[in-house]
């Protein structure tokens, strides 16, 4: 089973930049796709992107398509969201879960081993 633990949140102006960490526990993480998701205040979780498990391949919604990219270092455990032009709707808590197998799914039900989120908030 991965556990997981977000960081790299904050406060950041319309136009800039922040890395999101995804820190995972277990033995069997190098072989898990992994997303990124996020939630904003009275909305519903929505997906933002997935990576397989040796990075190849990656998939993105279109809202941060060309703006947002997603990585990882399996050495490290780590899966990384690396966040340009950054907007005001982009505010919101960030959270990544493990999939069995890289799919396009959008579907939070999907996913499981989520984090506990980390706050991104963008000022306009």
């Known amino acids: 089973q991965v556990q997981l633990v977000e960081s790299g949140g904050g406060l950041v102006q319309a136009g800039g930049s922040l890395r999101l960490s995804c820190a995972a526990s277990?033995?069997?993480?190098?072989?898990?796709?992994m997303g990124w998701f996020r939630q904003a205040p009275g909305k519903e979780r929505e997906f933002v992107a997935t990576?397989?498990?040796?990075?190849?391949?990656?998939y993105y919604a279109d809202s941060v398509k060309g703006r947002f990219t997603a990585s990882r270092d399996s050495a490290k455990n780590t899966v990384y969201l690396q966040m340009n032009s950054l907007k005001p709707e982009d505010t919101a808590v960030y959270y990544c879960?493990?999939?069995?197998?890289?799919?396009?799914?959008?579907?939070?039900?999907?996913?499981?081993?989520w984090g506990q989120g980390t706050q991104v908030t963008v000022s306009s």
């Open positions: 879960a493990a999939q069995r197998f890289f799919t396009t799914t959008q579907a939070p039900a999907g996913y499981m081993g």
């Open positions: 990576i397989n498990w040796n990075g190849g391949s990656t």
């Open positions: 277990g033995r069997t993480f190098s072989t898990y796709a």
